[in-house]
């Protein structure tokens, strides 16, 4: 078994059990019995824990010996269903694929309804509307009347792409189109899926999927810039998912975007110290707050540091207790600490 100095294994053997998806790409869980390798949220039936190792990664699963599960595919990041279905939405233009098209292309619809639950915590059917939503909102913001806007989305019923604008983007097509909008992207990283919003102005969010975060996170961005979420793509967003990649791959160590956070005065200085991090390496809140010429506001700097809604490119990761022990963080102490030994690794190599 590889040693793995991120997690107990008592705890991950509980978040096995419970298939916890906050621990998903956090670690593996080998069967000897079975001679297999699984994600924590692999949906098999699990073993006696005398039966079950850990490991930290697929490479030290299959050098000792382990081959992949094919229910939960762990060599995927993003399982090929999901990975086709998002493919042929983005080629199909306003098109919508139905139950009976999923069928013909030889697809269970309840199978892709459960896999897109788990991999973007919405169905099918639900993730394919909301792109169609965004690509009316799209052409409404670039000029379009209201009939066009409708049917560049796919919609047949005028009275129904404007119930669908007001309940998604919480007002009429007309006000909608007069709003901004925050472009929004699911990512796959070795941690769990990632959000990334981005503006015109520039990136303004990433974050784990950690449901009740991500929310109020959200809820916060729309109040603060007056708008509405469409999942779509944008330059900004481009550049931070082949950025992270390569962060993720280890070929990277500091990140080129251009950044729009939201946030106090004081927030934002400490954002900037966060920067000036070096890759790999900590600094203790106390040793931040003085930096910023604010000594003894530690407690403050936690705060911001929990306020911070870009994850990994202002790395709050890298700031610890000053006895050396790790504290909260936003997706997740276990995430920190994989983090941190990422780039440690990544030095060493």
């Known amino acids: 078994m590889s040693k793995i100095q991120s997690l107990a294994p008592a705890r991950m053997w509980r978040a096995f059990l419970e298939r916890d998806p906050g621990f998903d790409g956090l670690f593996l869980a080998g069967v000897r019995t079975t001679g297999i390798f699984c994600r924590v949220t692999c949906p098999a039936r699990r073993p006696l824990r005398r039966n079950v190792v850990f490991f ?6 299959q050098s000792a010996g382990f081959r992949a599960c094919k229910r939960c595919k762990p060599l995927e990041q993003k399982p090929e269903l999901v990975r086709r279905l998002c493919e042929l939405v983005e080629h199909s233009g306003a098109a919508r694929i139905g139950e009976k098209q999923l069928v013909q292309l030889g697809v269970d619809p309840s199978t892709a309804r459960r896999q897109f639950q788990r991999h973007f915590g919405q ?15 799209r052409s409404l913001q670039r000029g379009s009347r209201v009939l066009e806007a409708q049917l560049a989305s796919g919609f047949e019923s005028a009275s129904g792409f404007r119930s669908a604008i007001e309940r998604h983007f919480g007002e009429a097509p007309a006000r909608a189109a007069r709003s901004s909008s925050l472009c929004v992207r ?27 975060r991500l929310a109020r996170e959200i809820a916060e961005l729309r109040e603060s810039l007056g708008a509405v979420l469409v999942q779509s793509r944008n330059a900004h967003l481009a550049a931070a998912e082949k950025q992270l990649g390569q962060y993720f791959a280890g070929e990277r160590e500091r990140f080129e975007l251009e950044l729009a956070p939201i946030g106090t005065d004081f927030e934002r200085r400490v ?55 790790l504290s909260g963080y936003g997706g997740g102490v276990a995430r920190k600490r994989w983090l941190l030994e990422h780039e440690q690794r990544a030095l060493a190599r």
């Open 56 to 61: 930290s990664g697929p490479a030290q699963a």
């Open 123 to 137: 169905s099918f059917q639900a993730w394919q509307r909301a792109q169609r939503l965004g690509a009316g909102l």
């Open 186 to 212: 699911w990512v796959d990283s070795p941690l769990g899926t990632l959000l990334l919003g981005a503006d015109s102005d520039g990136l303004r969010l990433v974050e784990f999927a950690v449901e009740q």
């Open 271 to 325: 954002w900037s110290e966060l920067r000036r991090i070096p890759f790999g390496q900590t600094r203790a809140y106390a040793e931040v707050a003085a930096r910023i010429g604010r000594a003894g506001a530690q407690r403050a700097v936690g705060t911001a540091n929990g306020r911070n809604r870009l994850a990994i490119v202002i790395p709050c990761h890298r700031v610890i207790r000053g006895d050396g022990t």
